[in-house]
């Protein structure tokens, strides 16, 4: 399992020289929200296709 300093190596690795702050501060962002994901369904915190369309029909 990779750290999360492995992590971001790999990530500003395969970014292009000029990147801004912006850039990299937003993929850093996106990878930690696909791994808190990723946790939540290990852990079965996740709702089913239809269960999320039935909580949107019903959202005000």
Do not use: C, F, N
Request: glycine share 4%.
């Amino acid at each position: 399992m990779a750290t999360v300093k492995d992590a971001a190596r790999q990530i500003i690795e395969r970014l292009p020289e000029q990147v801004s702050w912006d850039e990299l501060m937003y993929e850093l962002y996106v990878k930690r929200k696909i791994e808190e994901g990723l946790q939540a369904a290990r852990e079965g915190r996740v709702v089913s296709h239809e269960e999320a369309k039935r909580r949107l029909r019903r959202a005000p």
